[in-house]
């Protein structure tokens, strides 16, 4: 096997505070079917989205440097919160590529509006980060962006509450203020929310586009990959694992979730002491 | 100043995985007004309820070990969860006085029950811990113990709904099976709870005792600082910081939280690297 071979072979990184960003490796294994992929998820210390700037930095570094012992050619921070507060710092202090979910997200939706309106739903932590309303101001300047907490929507789906009255209500309540405003893009800011995507989308009415991060950064890191010369050109062989799970804790809750989500069924979740690397 | 005077002076250490166990602190400041506390909420790695055993005690063995450094006298564990997995290890390493709030909890409700049949709501780990229905069972074997976890109290308080028709409906679903089997005591399990005091009773009717273990940890720590002698028997003097806090992130939305809960203004709290002890 070539050196460049060797490299190609090598596993995709994916890392989320917890089950969110399984959502994003979905779209990965959609998207980029001869890809491997490591998944971490900082089951032990979720949520990042009601953490501080320093707090998230910390964890998503020990995460990289996790990841790293794993030789993965590339790494995707699969979490919003993470994205938006530590990707600026750990693309300085990596040799490989990494790739947040913000970015994809934010220029999908500048693509998608007409009327100039774009709400951002996401964790405490990412709307005042102002990251998105940042970023797409950056791309263009014209665009108004509204953004939303919506502290009870991880609770609610990792309940299970994805079709419920319940969730219809917070859905209402929450979404209110981007009805009233008239936006026509809504991006879907932290990796939970396509599981009451249906909710959302009936909520906001039929006129209003849904932007997935998730989805759209499935297919910049295929550009990314491909870009670089480090696209796996081939499905890996028979006894090659093509996907691994790591956990800070609780690996079985997380497997249940994972099950839910992913229609390939995870064999196991491997526990290990993130706080240690 | 006697050395048994100074160590009557010393604080009381009191944590919990986050804002939750102020309202044990707030039963201490009004049950033992002499008494100096020190607090720690793990702000960082809230919550414990969905993490495993190991981890709830690595974790509440840090915070011992930095409440020590605080020269506490003795050790108030203000949450279910880590007084669940990790009091009896912890209990084993430390030489001081350290109480949890299960057994208090536990205690009062097998004196209040008439017909002998108890509910415990909590968090999914204190829940599949069995501590209550186990402890409670060592006291008195002919009660039966039903215990329901209920995963979005936490966050549904932690959002304010305290009073809403959200609320209302969650607990409706929650509480539904404990009505059913008829239920006369329900323990509020987690520290959390107590703030929607209200929407529970309503709930479960006015035939339903409710126990909340702040209350009963508070008198035991009463009683226990009078047993061992360490009791403080005059309010610390002008000067004297009566009550400090500590997190290990986001001092400012702990304090808005604290504020909304304490009649005590707490004035700051302090953010500490826990996973450093």
């Not at 998207?31 to 910390?58: C, H, M, W």
């Not at 994809?104 to 009327?115: D, F, M, S, V």
């Not at 950056?138 to 319940?166: H, Q, R, Y």
């Not at 006894?239 to 691994?244: A, C, I, S, V």
């Amino acid at each position: 096997m070539s050196e460049r071979e060797e490299l190609c072979n090598r596993p995709v990184g994916v890392f989320d505070s917890g089950v969110g960003g399984l959502t994003v490796a979905r779209e990965i294994m959609r998207q980029l079917p001869n890809e491997r992929i490591v998944y971490f998820g900082d089951t032990a210390r979720v949520p990042y989205g009601s953490k501080s700037r320093d707090t998230v930095t910390k964890y998503s570094r020990q995460i990289v440097r996790f990841l790293q012992t794993q030789d993965v050619k590339a790494i995707v921070v699969a979490c919003n919160t993470a994205s938006a507060y530590a990707l600026d710092e750990l693309e300085n202090e990596v040799d490989i590529p990494i790739i947040g979910v913000v970015k994809p997200g934010a220029r999908a939706a500048i693509e998608a509006t007409r009327n100039g309106k774009i709400g951002v739903i996401a964790t405490e932590a990412t709307v005042s980060s102002g990251i998105y309303s940042r970023y797409i101001n950056e791309n263009d300047k014209n665009v108004t962006v509204l953004s939303k907490a919506c502290p009870l929507f991880v609770p609610l789906v990792e309940e299970g509450l994805w079709e419920d009255p319940v969730t219809d209500e917070i859905a209402e309540r929450y979404l209110a203020e981007l009805i009233d405003v008239g936006i026509d893009t809504l991006i879907l800011g932290c990796t939970h929310y396509p599981m009451i995507r249906s909710t959302i989308g009936r909520t906001m009415g039929e006129s209003v586009t849904l932007v997935n991060p998730a989805y759209e950064t499935a297919r910049e890191l295929k550009q990314l990959l491909h870009d670089s010369g480090l696209e796996s050109d081939h499905r890996p062989g028979l006894g090659t694992e093509l996907y691994r799970f790591f956990v800070s804790d609780a690996a079985d809750k997380f497997q249940k979730f994972a099950n839910s989500i992913l229609t390939y069924g995870i064999l196991s979740a491997k526990v290990i002491a993130i706080d240690e690397y």
